[in-house]
């Protein structure tokens, strides 16, 4: 069982940045950063392998966030740069029960998550 506890959240203008920034108990395989808007469906914002051999993202946040794991801290990191209102959402990490050789970002393939950090962006 691996717990994870995220942080960094808060409330920027539009082009302001966060860190956000997923404490896992132990080791971790792949992981990825998801988010949920209000009446709307999670969607993978960024994926990792194991030891970030492979990453992905959202097109949507192509170019403006970066995914990064730091597997001796066991963090995992999202530095978000140029945000937009339309990122605001409640934004999770996720561990994967056992490594494989790409990157997901579907919700099915995660078995650990956090608990969520609010992210909210104004005009």
């Known amino acids: 069982q691996v717990q994870l506890v995220e942080s960094g959240g808060g409330s920027v203008q539009t082009g302001g940045s966060l860190r956000l920034s997923c404490v896992a108990s132990?080791?971790?395989?792949?992981m990825g950063w998801f988010r949920q808007a209000p009446g709307k469906e999670r969607e993978g914002v960024a994926a990792?392998?194991?030891?970030?051999?492979?990453?992905s993202y959202a097109d949507s946040v192509k170019g403006r966030f970066t995914i990064s794991k730091d597997n001796a801290k066991n963090t995992l990191y999202l530095q978000m740069n140029s945000l937009k209102p339309e990122d605001t959402a409640m934004y999770y990490c996720?561990?994967?029960?056992?490594?494989?050789?790409?990157?997901?970002?579907?919700?099915?393939?995660?078995?650990?998550w956090g608990q969520g950090t609010q992210v909210t962006v104004s005009s």
């Open positions: 996720a561990a994967a029960p056992y490594p494989f050789g790409d990157t997901s970002l579907r919700v099915d393939t995660y078995k650990y």
């Open positions: 132990g080791y971790t395989y792949n």
């Open positions: 990792t392998s194991t030891r970030s051999t492979y990453i």
